[in-house]
């Protein structure tokens, strides 16, 4: 089963502009961390990265996004038992509370999710940790379905680079969009704003990441509020990984092992536009094949060919004699796990050969998967499929968001 991994962070800067100079008046200094929500990774499972984050969001609540535990320290066993001592640093024991933030140790950086509050000072978390976890920490209110008092909403981009588009600098990934507010009517102070995949003001559960601003921005008559926001994926991996292909029943005689390299080949992910910043492109050849949840004319093929693996986001070589491939489906998926996973099987008759060598994922929309692919398992050895048994083939899809203070 070969491993896609993609590492997320967000960064945003907001700025006033005059509506009618189109000059900027006042603007944040530097780019700062947002919040990435449970909605939002949530989300991913059922939309690509691009429409992840489709709107602007505006508001005018307070509230922390995170909160740092002072001198109070938290105890976790490793049965994921979490207990404060010291300080005034408390748990919220209402509905939902705490349930679904995150707790992150400082001394560690070990991350665990709570899925229960017993009182003020206790909890549970997960996952277990490897090791008993001690220490000051910091909880990330990652279970906000949104913004705390949202005005309003917009889908009015700037459509110019760098305000939106799409780049690539090594394995990094960065997706960026702009928006510009509607002009004030009266002063207004904005306090928060946010990302969300939906344009319908305060849609519940629609809020990609939230970020409350370090300075308040005042808007004046005639001036607007401007949002800019990058989402950058790091992306893995990039470069040839050694390990063993996880496929039931195989090695078949004569191989005796699957091990062997994966890598990316394509990027295959979605893109921002700068003519059309709210549309949906591919951002090279490989499609969407590597964005989790997109299966339209997705395949997974495997072939005969040994041919090695190329660099990353050059054209990959060709696979196609004698390959098989498959239209992927996707298996259901397991809330906060942060990962899916795309299938195929061939049956009895089908893909029968006894010198396989490589296997991938590509986009269909050309013909041909084995060359517009994203992503390349290459064996050491010749694998085995007899008329015999049924091929179960799975790529895994995995995401995580990085966390920071004060974001």
């Not at 992150?104 to 003020?120: A, C, L, M, P, Y």
């Not at 195929?344 to 590509?362: C, H, K, P, Q, V």
């Not at 998967?369 to 499929?385: A, E, N, Y």
């Amino acid at each position: 089963m070969p491993h896609i991994n993609y590492g997320m962070k967000g960064s945003y800067r907001v700025s006033v502009i005059d509506s009618k100079t189109g000059k900027t008046v006042w603007e944040q200094p530097d780019w700062k961390p947002n919040l990435i929500l449970n909605n939002g990774m949530e989300r991913i499972a059922a939309d690509s990265f691009v429409n992840c984050f489709t709107s602007g969001v505006a508001g005018t609540g307070t509230r922390t996004n995170n909160d740092a535990s002072g001198t109070t320290t938290a105890a976790c066993d490793t049965g994921g038992n979490v207990t404060l001592a010291g300080g005034v640093f408390t748990f919220d024991t209402g509905i939902p509370g705490d349930v679904a933030n995150i707790i992150k140790w400082n001394n560690t950086g070990f991350e665990g999710r709570i899925v229960s509050v017993g009182s003020t000072t206790t909890c549970i978390v997960t996952p277990t940790p490897p090791i008993v976890q001690s220490g000051q920490f910091v909880l990330y209110k990652t279970n906000q379905d949104g913004c705390q008092t949202e005005i309003q909403r917009t889908i009015n981009y700037l459509a110019l680079a760098p305000y939106s588009g799409t780049t690539l600098d090594g394995s990094v990934y960065t997706l960026s969009r702009t928006w510009d507010f509607p002009a004030e009517s009266g002063t207004r102070i904005y306090n928060e704003v946010g990302v969300a995949w939906s344009n319908t003001t305060s849609a519940p559960n629609t809020t990609f990441a939230r970020i409350l601003l370090p300075v308040p921005a005042t808007v004046l008559v005639a001036q607007q509020l401007r949002l800019q926001y990058r989402l950058q994926l790091t992306i893995s991996p990039t470069t040839p990984v050694s390990k063993s292909a996880n496929v039931s029943g195989w090695p078949v005689s004569p191989s005796v092992n699957t091990s062997g390299q994966e890598q990316f080949q394509y990027v295959g992910l979605s893109a921002v536009s700068t003519s059309s910043p709210g549309g949906n492109f591919s951002f090279d050849s490989g499609g969407q094949a590597n964005d989790p949840s997109v299966t339209s004319n997705i395949h997974i093929w495997i072939s005969p060919s040994s041919a090695a693996l190329t660099t990353f986001a050059a054209t990959p070589t060709s696979r196609s004699t004698n390959a098989s491939t498959r239209a992927v489906t996707l298996v259901a998926y397991t809330s906060f796990s942060f990962a899916r996973i795309k299938q195929i099987t061939f049956l009895a008759g089908e893909a029968n050969r006894t010198d396989f060598r490589s296997m991938g994922i590509g986009t269909n929309a050309g013909s041909s998967p084995t060359r517009d692919t994203g992503m390349t398992f290459l064996f050491d050895q010749s694998q085995t499929k007899s008329n015999a048994n049924t091929l179960n083939l799975q790529w895994i899809y995995s995401w995580s968001r990085i966390l920071t203070p004060s974001s």
